[in-house]
């Protein structure tokens, strides 16, 4: 059974900071991997997705890394502001292109 | 302006009223899925539909129903809740699966007492 872990479930770091979010999964054979961006009281909101294919995807200040045969992701947020705090969370597709399962999120919290 | 829409926003309610959350998307797309999303056990997938001919379980399916009878909608029943079934549930859609973006909807917090 797949497993997604993203650690620590919270970070708090001073604004202008460059920062890596981490994710990790059990079984290698995914269809792709996406991040996702939840703010309080709203649904989720798709950053950005890497296909299995693929090693790494860019948008704007974020780039997403992949490393299938190790099992691990991260999203780099680079000179992080205060309107980057938010609940990130990655999720990895499977299931003949039915099915993600999500890790359960960090918590980003960006000092002014 | 495209978006997937869930109704109610909110909503409390006794155990065993027969209730249902409605989804509907205006994107035309193929594949919608409900989410719940509780404390400490994150987001997980309840049901899935690729189309109006598939609908499947996903990991956490117990006590739930649904329907695709027209591809836009995607209604949640919860025939006899229980107070385990209180939750912030999400539905999403995309144009084929997971394997492109998901959209998902502002989210359904259910009570159940």
């Known amino acids: 059974k797949q497993e997604v872990t993203q650690i620590p479930a919270a970070l708090s770091v001073p604004e202008g900071e460059n920062l890596v979010l981490n994710c990790s999964f059990t079984d290698s054979a995914i269809y792709n991997l996406q991040w996702f961006r939840q703010d309080p009281g709203k649904g989720l909101t798709s950053l950005l997705l890497i296909q299995s294919s693929q090693r790494e995807q860019t948008s704007g200040r974020l780039n997403a890394s992949l490393d299938k045969s190790s099992g691990r992701s991260t999203l780099y947020i680079a000179a992080s502001q205060p309107g980057d705090s938010a609940t990130y969370l990655c999720a990895v597709g499977t299931g003949a292109n039915s099915k993600l399962t999500f890790g359960k999120g960090i918590t980003l919290s960006v000092r002014p | 302006e495209a978006q997937v829409t869930q109704n109610p926003r909110y909503l409390i309610t006794v155990t065993g009223k027969k209730l249902t959350v409605t989804c509907s998307q205006n994107?035309?797309?193929?594949?919608m899925s409900w989410y719940r999303q509780d404390p400490g056990l994150g987001l997980r997938q309840i049901y899935y539909s690729m189309n109006v001919e598939v609908t499947d379980k996903g990991d956490v399916p117990e006590g739930y129903k649904v329907s695709r009878k027209e591809k836009r909608n995607f209604p949640l029943i919860l025939e006899s809740p229980s107070p385990n079934q209180t939750s912030l549930y999400f539905c999403a859609s995309s144009p084929t699966g997971v394997n492109q973006p998901q959209h998902f909807g502002d989210g359904t917090r259910l009570s159940i007492l």
């Open positions: 994107m035309n797309h193929e594949y």
